[in-house]
Nanobody
Framework: QVPLVESGGGLVQAGGSLRLSCVAS????????MAWFRQAPGKEREFVAV????????IYADSVQGRFTISIDNAKSTLYLQMDRLKPEDTAVYYC???????????????????WGQGTQVTVSS
């Protein structure tokens, strides 16, 4: 069973919205922090947002602050990323990730996370 499965990507015009979902199962259910990262062609994977269950706190990358909202529905074991006012530079493959840890000092780093989904493509046209 794949511990993290993303969905919700697609093609949208600039200024539009999309909502990504990530369903957690197995080992992912016992993690503390769940995050979204993204990777555009030819670029390194970058942090987007994280939700820490124990403290119920969120952290956002500066590039998405005020436009994206991360949330968790614990009853559905699902992490969401609501993306509004999308820009062409938001185009990337978006990955869901999970970590046992919640130390905010490390949550922007990809190597903090030991579980990853397969990714979902988001394309924003201008």
């Amino acid at each position: 069973q794949v511990p993290l499965v993303e969905s919700g990507g697609g093609l949208v015009q600039a200024g539009g919205s999309l909502r990504l979902s990530c369903v957690a199962s197995g080992r992912a259910l016992s993690t503390d922090s769940m995050a979204w990262f993204r990777q555009a062609p030819g670029k390194e994977r970058e942090f987007v947002a994280v939700f820490t269950r124990s403290s119920r706190t969120t952290i956002y990358a500066d590039s998405v602050q005020g436009r994206f909202t991360i949330s968790i529905d614990n009853a559905k074991s699902t992490l969401y990323l609501q993306m509004d006012r999308l820009k062409p530079e938001d185009t990337a493959v978006y990955y869901c990730a999970a970590s046992l840890y919640g130390n905010p000092a490390y949550l922007r780093e990809a190597n903090t996370y030991n579980l990853w989904g397969q990714g979902t493509q988001v394309t924003v046209s201008s």
